[in-house]
Structures are given as C-alpha cells and as structure tokens.
C-alpha cells in the first residue's frame, strides 16, 4: 500500500516538472492590466486609408505641375544635367563656370517668381497655414471678448461678406499635413483644434447650396511626402500647405478629399450643455 502512494506522488511530481512546474505555469497565465481615463476634449485627426493619401499626394504634386515656373525650372536643372553629364564637351573651365552661375541664377530667380505665384493660391509652410486658420477662428468673437482673444486685425468686411455668401475665390478649403515627416509632434498636434473651430464658425456665417461644399478639410500624408512636396514647390522645406477654392487644377481633388474625409468638428461648441463623460480604457500588460 505504501509503496503504490509512494509510486503516485513519484508520478505527480514528475508531471509537474514535465509541465515546467506549477509556480511558472501560474506564472504564464497571470496577465496584469492597467487602467487610464480617456480624455473626451481630445479631437481626433480624420482617418485616411494609405490608398486615399496616395491619391491625394499625386493630385497635389500634379497641381504644382501646372505653375509655369516649374516648366521653366524643370527645363534649367536639365540642360544643366546635360552639361554635367556630356564627357565629350570641351568648355573652358571658367566659361562653364559662368554657365553653372547663370542657371543657378536663372533657377533662383525661378523659385522666387514660383512662391510668389503659388502664395496667390495656397498658403506654404506651417505658420501661413496656421495664420490663416487663426484669421477665420477671429470671425466669431464678439467686440466685446476681451482684448487676449482679440489679437488679430480687423477681419475686411467686403471679405466677411464674400465668406457668408460662400463667394469667396480665395477661402481655404483643405489643409494638408506632412505629420509623419516632423519630428516634434507639438508644430502640428493643434490642427485638429483649429480646423474644428473653424469649421464651427463657418457652419454660422457660410450660405450652403448644392454647388459647393462648406467648411474645409484635413489631410494627413504618408511618410516622405514633405520631401515630395518641397522639389514640387522648388522649397527647402514644406510639411504643411493649404489649398484655395480657386487653386488652378485643384477642383477634382478637393471634391474627392470632401467626398472621403469627414471634416473635423468640435461637439462640445456645437452643443455646450452636453454632458461628455470621461471612459476608462484597459490596456493589457504582457
């Protein structure tokens, strides 16, 4: 009797240790969790499939086609790379030099006359996109807001009633972002904010009809679009540009952005006297 409980525990010890042991079996199985409140006062960036912001990034790079002085560019940087790539030419040093100078003269002055056309249609770089949402924020405040939320120049009236009437050529109607190629997420984390506020001003001022879209937009673009963007607009540096009702070739793209992006909106301004509960979300330690 004896020698078959003896056989059993030798048994039952032996299959715990086969099993790696009950200490580190309990031990695989314990999953701990932590909670966090979420807060509801933050607004979401709109969600785009990769597919949409390809589209979307070559319609744009194929606006900037358009401009006249990126044809002219585009053919300098190739003669250029026709002098620099052709063995068999016998140019004086200093006389190819004085041909390098003036293409790069010439590409310069390029670049200037570029911006300055492509400012009539868009806004380039993060702080003109920024400068004009903040404009369109100020349509709202009452004279009688204090002075810290009155900082900007008075608002044109000609140009308030085109943008209540929805006939203004030069309304911002979509913002683009290159989030994923700046580093610091605080010079871009605002633009949902802004464009809500914006957004939620116009649905007060602007006049809908069935030919036009009121608001406008947000897009974010895939990883390496800045530098897309940047040798589009003859730029160092472009991660953020805003697109104008009366952007040459621009209006397919728009209706494809308003017909796949939802516009960001602020709800607690729409309706302040909501209730908007915090939720607690688990997440799993493993």
């Given at each position: 009797m004896k020698s078959k409980k003896k056989k059993e525990s030798k048994d039952l010890f032996a299959q715990r240790n086969t099993s790696g042991g009950v200490r580190k079996k309990a031990k695989k199985q314990c999953v701990s969790s932590t909670f966090y409140l979420n807060n509801p006062y933050i607004i979401q960036w709109p969600k785009i499939s990769e597919e949409d912001q390809e589209v979307i990034l070559s319609n744009i790079?194929?606006?900037?086609?358009?401009f006249p002085n990126q044809r002219k560019k585009n053919k300098i940087l190739e003669k250029k790379r026709d002098l620099n790539n052709n063995k068999s030419t016998n140019y004086i040093d200093g006389d190819k030099e004085c041909i390098d100078e003036s293409m790069d003269d010439n590409i310069s002055s390029?670049?200037?006359d570029k911006r300055e056309f492509i400012t009539k249609y868009m806004t380039l770089g993060i702080n003109e996109t920024t400068k004009?949402?903040?404009?369109?924020s100020k349509i709202g405040i009452p004279l009688s807001a204090p002075s810290y939320l009155r900082f900007f120049d008075k608002i044109d009236e000609n140009y308030l009633s085109l943008l209540k009437n929805n006939k203004s050529a030069n309304i911002l109607k979509v913002v683009v972002i290159c989030k994923e190629d700046i580093q610091h997420n605080i010079?871009?984390?605002?633009?949902p904010?802004?464009?809500?506020?914006?957004?939620?001003?116009?649905?007060?001022?602007?006049?809908?009809?069935d030919n036009s879209q009121s608001g406008i937009r947000l897009v974010t673009l895939p990883k390496g679009s800045e530098q897309q963007l940047s040798e589009a607009a003859g730029l160092k540096r472009l991660a953020a540009i805003g697109i104008m009702k009366?952007?040459?070739?621009?209006?397919?793209?728009i209706d494809y952005i308003f017909k796949k992006i939802p516009p960001p909106q602020i709800p607690w301004l729409r309706h302040p006297s909501i209730f908007y509960p915090t939720s607690i979300i688990q997440a799993s330690n493993k």
């Open positions: 790079l194929n606006i900037f086609s358009f390029s670049q200037t004009l949402l903040e404009m369109y010079l871009y984390s605002y633009f904010v802004l464009c809500g506020v914006v957004n939620e001003v116009f649905s007060k001022i602007e006049a809908s009809d009366n952007t040459p070739h621009a209006e397919k793209i």
